[in-house]
């Protein structure tokens, strides 16, 4: 199974809980305020914006509080400056691991990140080391409970490149751009949509049946998106349920 869909389910459970809520949106707020920044403040002719503010809708981040990142991004607003780092790393296993960071102290995200892998039995890696098997890609994870004629009619029709099961959930995949549409397409035709997002996707996995290396893999992952500075976390690992179920315990 894809450890990226997984860890993706994960996630959205985990975004219920107040303060997971709360560090997800000032997350958010500070990816619009670098696309605001380097692109201009209106989503019509900012691609980038553009998909930044439909996240955040999907999110469920208020319309004033978007309002305000992108005022913070276009100066309109005072704000913090941040730099956008991406970190490579392996995790035990031989699991590879890509760090999107956006910080205001450079020093301060790469002590953070490394300290976390070498805290769980990881080792940063030099660039590019990681990076070339990773390609961005929409990926939608939509409730199993439907057929799959009933999710490929609604997901082809609105730009999906594929749809296939993973476990007990459908994991449908698209162009970068596409995936809020066909996110849209598959509620609009009853299919509840669990998470929708444009991420790296690797073209290489690494099974990991260890109990000890799925822990490790795991909790340095969850470390990493525990940081503000950390954006967003990207692997190759592939984990059974039941492997994920009691690393996870």
Do not use: C
Request: proline share 2%; no cysteine.
């Amino acid at each position: 199974m894809s450890g990226h869909s997984k860890w993706a389910t994960i996630k959205h459970k985990k975004a219920a809980v107040d303060k997971a809520r709360g560090k997800l949106f000032a997350k958010l707020a500070r990816q619009i305020e670098v696309a605001a920044r380097e692109g201009g403040g209106d989503p019509d002719s900012n691609a980038a914006l553009r998909t930044m503010v439909l996240k955040a809708k999907a999110g469920q981040m208020t319309n004033d509080a978007i309002d305000r990142a992108i005022k913070r991004g276009t100066g309109e607003q005072t704000g913090a400056s941040y730099e956008a780092v991406t970190y490579e790393g392996y995790a035990p296993g031989g699991v590879a691991l890509l760090i999107d960071v956006l910080t205001d102290n450079r020093n301060r995200a790469s002590g953070d990140v490394r300290a976390i892998f070498s805290k769980f039995g990881g080792a940063m890696a030099e660039p590019g080391a990681v990076a070339w098997q990773f390609s961005r890609r929409g990926v939608i994870v939509a409730d199993g409970g439907l057929t799959e004629d009933e999710v490929v009619a609604a997901a082809i029709e609105a730009g999906a490149d594929d749809v296939a099961r993973d476990g007990d959930v459908w994991r449908v995949t698209s162009e970068p751009s596409a995936v809020f549409d066909v996110k849209a397409a598959l509620e609009a035709a009853g299919v509840p949509v669990l998470s929708a997002q444009s991420t790296m996707v690797s073209s290489n996995l690494v099974p990991v049946e260890d109990l000890a290396d799925a822990r490790s893999v795991l909790r340095i992952m969850d470390a990493l998106e525990d940081n503000d500075d950390v954006q967003d976390v990207y692997s190759n690992f592939d984990m059974s349920d039941d492997t994920m179920a009691a690393a996870s315990a």
